[in-house]
Structures are given as structure tokens and as C-alpha cells.
């Protein structure tokens, strides 16, 4: 034995996958240890390495409630896989399959005949006791009679190698694209023994899914659209609903964006509504429907399961499908697959009794040392325990619990999970660790088809019990050897595309994703700006400027801008210091980074992954703040790298989108934001005294990022009328008013050529009069202090009919693009 495996200890009461009970290495393993005994620990710990790396560059997260870093957390992998041997995959595959039939058939007579009731096969207490049994369900028929279009079984090995079932995943069963996602990191990282050991594709599942979608859509006639819909980015899973839509080619979607209209489902996109033909959905049964279902819900769409019902649509899996998620279940599961299909149980599951039966009760009272006791339904408040773990009264408690309510209790044999190697680095070196197994089947013509692999997950610490993702657990690949053509081949799309199928936009983009992704560039605009002018204000404080005027004019811009609290508020130290860290400071920094985070969030899915990257990043900085920093140095110190990323920022969004209606809606945020900053500081700054202060305007020039233009070309100190040439008339800055309005005039004809709008007149009224505008008065020797004032004020007052003008746009193309009114109700749809 090499020494990787020199501290790799047995554990006797559980199955090895890589040893034997003699501690040989399994034949199907042996080429994967030969590969490692090539290689050293610092070769191993490099390799796990790049799937770290390839994790975050890929921003696969698993997110965790209720903790502290549980939002995005990175998913974890281990590096080495693990191995099935095909003979061995046949019969699981088999019983996976044959599992998903019987299911699909008891969800039929559940929400039809109900004859396993009525026969005595199915207690009627789990069916309609269980918060997933849905009664507005009752006698609805899913295209095809699918409920069950995906699958997910979680398997346990016992000590003697066989599988044993511990749950069914029938609501909306995640980890399919996880396991996905494993197996492209992961051949990346093991190249060679991926390709020597013939590990089967992955690819087939997944068209196969694609293509039931697409046949069972009641489409009448039309090309299917398949959306999916999830509950949002702060589901645990968020990630993989972003790339199952990607790998799918679905658009993601929440509740919001869709409508139901006379029993028929739209989507809100941003050229109007567009018929939806099914949903492969992320989102809880209950949650779905509003308007049928759970009452409070936000999440889901009102009229959903009428649709539904009309045959309008197709809800993958089928709404109600989660009834069969009670543990109490699979005790009756023997029985009722000798009924329905005539057959064994090819894979059975773990030892079980439901408690609502008394001679089952006495029997599980008898052996509770040696049971778990898990609820029968989610509702209820009560987290599993093991009978053992319990003292004298803890156990009569549980006992009167169990004898008073006893069929809303389950009891269960304890799982004992196998043992596989996991790689901890250089210092733990290979290591058991226990795992479970989640394998997948998806509905076909054929009946159902397995994944050739699964989510392999694995307990953290050495002699856990129970693997959990939500506890921290980690995560292999899952390789089934051999045989590839049979059990699966690269993921191809079949439809062959013509010249009459291309497109050149999104023709399904969701006014809600355009909406976020037109705030994304307001708040990424409106951070810069932010940063820029308290910049100015904190350089200028710590300095202790001798010219006190230009510092009192950039706290009073801060003011008039809502940045800065009003003077009698408190200590100037203490205002600059809310106006960047204070979160509950609707206007400070923090609380404007924090509503930048919250869109990129929304719009992830139209984000590069290094564009995502430098967002997490920035989050991380931002997080990592002080509340009651030292000195300002600090501050200013954050401030220069925040500005660079947020260039950065402005950077992905000119060169690394495509120039697509999403990022046209983009750049009008961003240059609506910029606009209004631009027009409303200058505006400011000309109603002060400072407007002849070369250190005010040095500041001013500083705010709108043409310092090093300005000495340039002027070699000079900063003068007023250069300044205001540069700042507001310089068609070749970026940073004038000027050049944003023609740009933000530009960017609207080219919208309104593509929705038919009509042209901003107030606007072009208003890039006529300041394009019209000369500064010669300015240098009129013939001009007091009082005529040049007079001129500054109607410049402040042009400048403020800008920003003005700019705002009425953003409502106007609010209520043109992102608000969706049924004409025949006059209600407001989203």
C-alpha cells in the first residue's frame, strides 16, 4: 500500500467503497489507486487546486440559511470520484427506473381514482394529512400522464454493498445540474483516468429531458416555449437553476415574470406578452399559485394551476407531486408495486414504520433505542432524533408525543452509510469519509432514463452520520465505468438550425431582467459618482485644506444631494462617516453597493463569469469595512480601489456584452445616472461662491474625471471657463453633459426605431438650447459680477431642466417596458 493510503483506516461496521473487508483495493478501483500512486501528495493537493479554482471562476455556489457566509458559498468538490462499475450501475439504474414508474402511477391514482386508498394499500392519513397534497389538484390530468418528468432517489449502501433507498425527491428534485457541473470540473482535473476508465456521458439525460418538454407542451401547432422557474437568488440552489436554464437553453424566470390570461400563460417580455407552453419548475407546490394554493406566497402566479387544469400548460413536475415525500410512504411501497406494476421492489428502501397503525407503534416503541423518529409531514415542528440520544425523560416525553399523535410520526431503522476516500490536503492525505448517493431518472417515450453517474455527497467531519448539504457537507463526481455507448454519449442538440432560424436578440428577455439590468447601471453609475465626490470631501477634511471654501461648497454639494446629512444633524467627522459606512443611510455609499449587489443578483444569468467574479469581490471589500475605522486614511485607501473596480465594471459592460436589448437598457441607466449626477453637481456648484476658487475647481474637475484632460490640454490652473467648456460642452468627454444627452438621445431613437416610440421632445428641446450655449459672455469685460451671476444661475437653471428631463425618461420607460397592464381589466399585472 503507497502511502497516501498508509492512515486510511477501515472501519468495520460500514461497506469501503475502495477496500475490501480484507483492505484490498477493488478491481474497479485499481486503476484510479495506480494513478495516484504516480502522483504525490503536492501533485494531488495541485489538482485540488484547479477545481477550487474552477468552482469560483465559475461561481458555483450552494447556498446556507440563516448563516453568516451562507450567501454564495462555494461549492465543494472533492477530487476524486466516485467509481461504479457498469455491471454493478445496471441494477440500480433498473430499480431508479422501475422506482419512477410505480411513484408516477400512485401520483396518478392519488389524484384520480384513489383506489390504493380505497383498497386499504395507502393509509389515507399520510395522503390527505401531508401539506403537499393538493385538493384543487384533485382529477387534473398532466399531458402524456407524466407527473413525474424528473426523478431523485437518495441511496445508502449497507455494509453488505447493497442499496437501499432513504428518500424520494418528487417536488422539484434538485442536484442534477450540480452533478453536471461536477463532472465537467472534475475530467478537466483527471483528464487521462477519465478518459482510460470509459466513464459514461452524462449528456443523453438531459436532451432526453429537453425533448419530453417539448413533445408533451401543448403548443398547438407553435414552436414550444419551456421556461424555468425558480424562487429567486436566495435559494440554496440558485446556482443551478442559472445553469440547468443555461445548459436547457431556457430563459430563468420568477413568478413575476409570468401572467395568467384567460387560462393561458404568458411571459413578460420586454416586446409584450408571449404564450408560455410549460414549466419545468424550481419552486415548491404550494407556493405555485397564489390564487388556489398558499394564499401568501410572492412567489408564484396567480391562475397557474387553472391553466393547468385547462390544458393550457405543463408544470414539471406536476403540481402536488410532493405529497410523496413523506417518509411514512415507502413502508407501503412493496405492496402497492405488486398491485400496480406486478412486480418486486428492485431496490428497497430503509426500514420503516409508519406510526399510525398501533401494533406498528408498539413494535417501534419497543425498539426506539435503535430508531430515528422523523415527522410524516413538513408542517410540522419537530426535528428527527435518534432514540438512543435521548435521556429517561426526554424519551417519555417523545413517547406521549408519539402515543398522542401517533400517525404524524415515522420511525426508521438508521442508515449506515459506506465509507469512500476524499482528499484533505497534504497534511490529512486520503481519508474515509461517509456518502450518499443521489441518482436521477427522467420521463421518455420509452419510460424512464436514468443519469448514468449521480451527486455523490459527503460528510465533512470523520464519523458523521448524517450527510447534509446544508450542514457543510462536500461532494464527488460520480463515474460509472465502461460501457459508454450504452449508457449515455455526449450532449448533442439534434434540431438543425437554418438561415430562417436566426436571431440576433433575445426573443424571450423578461422586462424584469431588462428592469434590473437598466438599475444595475443607474447603481453602478450611481456608486462611481458617490465615490468620487466622498473622495473629495474626506481628502479635503484630512487635509485640512487652507482654502476652507472648496471644502465647504463639496460638503454642501454633498448635502443638496441627499449624500450628506444636514450640518445641525451632527459632527462633520461623524456625517462623512455615515455618508459611506452607514447601511440604514438611504443615500450613503454602503446602502447604494448593497442595491448594486441586489441587481447583479437578479440578472446573474446575463453576466460573464469574470464580470461576476469582480462583483463577488467587490462584495467581499465592501463587507469587510470597518464600522468605526481608525483613521480616514483607510477609507481613502478603499475608495481609490472601489473606483478602479467600478471601471472596471463599466469596462465588462462595453466589451464583454452582446449589444443586444438588455445591454442597450444597460447603458441607459447608466448614462441616465450619470446625466442627472453630472447636471445637478454642476448646477450646484454654479449657485455658490466658488465658482472663480481654483481649488473648488480643481475639485469639480476631480468629480467629473477629466482632471488629467483638463492639464492636458491647458497646462494651466483650473479656470471657470475652460471648466465649464470641458465639463458640460465637450462632445469628446465622456464626462460632459453634453456628450451623456446626445448619448442618452442616441441610445432612445435607436429604441424607439425597434418598439415604435415616439421622440423625447422635451429632451431634444433641451440638447438644442445647451448645445447653443457660449461662454463668451463669461470674458465680456463689458459684464459686472452681477451680469456673469446672472448668466451663471440660467446655466444652473438649463442644467437642472436636464436632470429633470432625465428622470421623466426613467418613468416614462418604466411605464412603457417593465409594467405589463391587461387593457380589458385596467389592473396593473406585475
Known amino acids: 500500500m503507497p502511502d497516501l493510503f498508509a492512515d486510511y483506516p477501515l472501519n468495520d461496521g460500514a461497506y469501503h467503497e475502495l477496500l475490501d473487508a480484507r483492505g484490498r483495493v477493488r478491481p474497479h478501483w485499481q486503476r484510479l489507486v495506480e494513478r495516484l500512486q504516480r502522483s504525490n501528495a503536492t501533485q494531488l493537493q495541485q489538482r485540488q487546486a484547479l477545481l477550487a479554482r474552477q468552482i469560483q471562476e465559475n461561481g458555483v455556489t450552494y447556498n446556507v440559511y440563516a448563516e453568516p457566509d451562507g450567501a454564495d458559498r462555494p461549492w465543494e468538490l472533492d477530487l476524486l470520484p466516485n467509481l461504479i462499475p457498469a455491471e454493478e450501475w445496471r441494477q440500480v439504474a433498473a430499480g431508479v427506473a422501475q422506482r419512477a414508474s410505480l411513484l408516477n402511477a400512485v401520483l396518478a391514482d392519488i389524484y384520480g381514482p384513489q383506489q390504493l386508498i380505497a383498497d386499504g394499500l395507502l393509509p389515507a392519513e399520510l395522503v390527505f394529512g401531508h401539506n403537499n397534497f393538493l385538493w384543487p389538484c384533485q382529477g387534473v390530468q398532466p399531458p402524456g400522464g407524466t407527473f413525474l418528468h424528473i426523478y431523485a432517489v437518495d441511496l445508502a449502501r449497507a455494509p453488505d454493498g447493497r442499496w437501499w433507498v432513504t428518500a424520494d425527491r418528487t417536488q422539484a428534485p434538485s442536484g442534477a445540474g450540480y452533478a453536471l457541473e461536477n463532472r465537467q470540473i472534475v475530467a478537466r482535473a483527471l483528464p487521462e483516468l477519465y478518459r482510460d476508465l470509459r466513464v459514461q456521458h452524462l449528456g443523453g439525460f438531459f436532451r432526453t429531458l429537453q425533448d419530453t418538454l417539448a413533445r408533451q407542451a ?86 397557474l394551476l387553472e391553466a393547468v387544469r385547462q390544458g393550457r400548460v405543463l408544470v414539471a413536475n406536476a403540481l402536488g407531486s410532493g405529497v410523496l415525500e413523506s417518509p411514512g410512504l415507502p413502508g407501503f411501497l412493496p405492496a402497492i408495486s405488486e398491485c400496480l406494476l406486478g412486480q418486486k421492489l428492485l431496490l428497497p428502501s430503509i426500514a420503516s414504520w409508519w406510526c399510525g397503525e398501533p401494533p406498528v407503534l408498539e413494535v417501534a416503541l419497543k425498539k426506539l433505542d435503535r430508531l430515528l423518529v422523523r415527522p410524516s409531514f413538513p408542517s410540522q415542528n419537530f426535528a428527527p432524533v435518534y432514540g438512543r440520544d435521548l435521556d429517561a425523560e426526554q424519551r417519555a416525553s417523545l413517547v406521549e408525543r408519539l402515543r398522542a399523535r401517533p400517525y404524524a410520526y415515522v420511525a426508521q431503522a438508521q442508515a449506515q452509510l459506506s465509507q469512500a476516500p476524499v482528499w484533505l490536503g497534504e497534511e490529512g492525505g486520503l481519508q474515509p469519509r461517509a456518502i450518499g448517493m443521489r441518482v436521477f431518472a427522467v420521463a421518455s417515450a420509452e419510460g424512464y432514463r436514468v443519469l448514468p453517474g449521480g451527486l455523490t455527497r459527503v460528510a465533512t467531519e470523520a464519523h458523521a452520520e448524517v450527510v447534509s448539504m446544508q450542514r457543510g457537507g462536500a461532494s464527488k463526481d460520480t463515474w460509472v465505468l465502461g460501457e459508454r455507448g450504452a449508457g449515455g454519449e455526449p450532449w448533442q442538440w439534434l434540431r438543425q438550425l437554418g438561415v430562417a432560424d436566426l436571431v440576433r436578440s433575445d426573443p424571450y428577455l423578461p422586462s424584469r431582467v431588462v428592469e434590473n439590468l437598466y438599475w444595475f447601471g443607474r447603481y453602478s453609475s450611481r456608486c462611481e459618482d458617490s465615490a468620487r465626490l466622498l473622495r473629495i470631501m474626506l481628502g479635503r477634511y484630512v487635509d485640512d485644506d487652507d482654502d476652507p471654501q472648496a471644502l465647504q461648497t463639496a460638503l454642501a454639494l454633498g448635502e443638496n444631494l441627499g449624500l450628506l446629512a444636514e450640518a445641525h444633524s451632527g459632527p462633520l467627522e461623524q456625517r462623512l462617516l455615515q455618508a459611506l459606512l452607514d447601511g440604514d443611510w438611504p443615500a450613503s455609499l454602503r446602502a447604494n453597493l448593497e442595491r448594486l449587489q441586489w441587481t447583479a443578483g437578479s440578472v446573474r444569468g446575463k453576466l460573464s463569469q469574470a464580470n461576476w467574479q469582480l462583483l463577488l469581490e467587490l462584495q467581499r471589500e465592501t463587507q469587510g469595512l470597518p464600522g468605526d475605522p481608525d483613521d480616514f486614511g483607510e477609507l481613502l485607501d478603499f475608495l481609490d480601489g472601489l473606483l478602479i473596480s467600478l471601471a472596471s465594471l463599466s469596462g465588462f459592460a462595453l466589451d464583454d456584452m452582446t449589444r443586444d436589448d438588455s445591454w442597450r437598457f444597460l447603458m441607459i441607466g447608466r448614462c441616465i445616472e450619470r446625466l442627472q449626477f453630472l447636471a445637478r453637481s454642476v448646477a450646484e456648484f454654479l449657485r455658490s461662491d466658488a465658482a472663480d476658487d481654483q481649488s473648488a475647481l480643481e475639485w469639480l474637475l476631480e468629480l467629473g474625471n477629466s482632471s488629467i484632460t483638463y492639464r492636458t490640454r491647458y497646462l494651466a490652473s483650473a479656470q471657470l471657463l475652460p471648466v465649464l467648456d470641458l465639463l458640460l460642452l465637450d462632445e469628446q468627454n465622456p464626462h460632459a453633459v453634453l456628450f451623456q444627452l446626445r448619448t442618452l438621445l442616441r441610445s432612445l431613437k435607436r429604441l424607439g426605431e425597434r418598439f415604435e416610440l415616439p421622440a423625447d421632445l422635451p429632451l431634444l428641446n433641451l440638447e438644442r ?53 391587461d387593457p380589458s381589466q385596467g389592473t396593473q399585472s406585475t
Open 218 to 303: 401543448p403548443a398547438d401547432g407553435e414552436t414550444p416555449l419551456v421556461v424555468l422557474l425558480t424562487s429567486g437568488r436566495f435559494n440554496e440552489s440558485y446556482f443551478e437553476h442559472l445553469y440547468l436554464a443555461r445548459q436547457l437553453g431556457y430563459p430563468l424566470v420568477e413568478g413575476s415574470d409570468l401572467t395568467v390570461r384567460n387560462a393561458t400563460l404568458y411571459l413578460k417580455t420586454l416586446s409584450g406578452l408571449r404564450r408560455v407552453h410549460a414549466v419545468l419548475r424550481r419552486l415548491d407546490d404550494d407556493f405555485c399559485d397564489p390564487l388556489e394554493l398558499r394564499t401568501d406566497s410572492a412567489l408564484g402566479v396567480p391562475g
Open 769 to 821: 438650447r445647451l448645445s447653443g450655449v457660449g461662454l463668451g459672455s463669461l470674458e465680456n469685460p463689458l459684464f459686472g459680477p452681477s451680469s456673469v451671476k446672472a448668466v451663471l444661475d440660467g446655466l444652473a437653471e438649463l442644467l437642472e431642466a436636464v436632470a429633470r428631463a432625465a428622470g421623466d425618461v426613467s418613468d416614462r420607460l418604466g411605464l412603457r417596458f417593465f409594467v405589463h397592464v
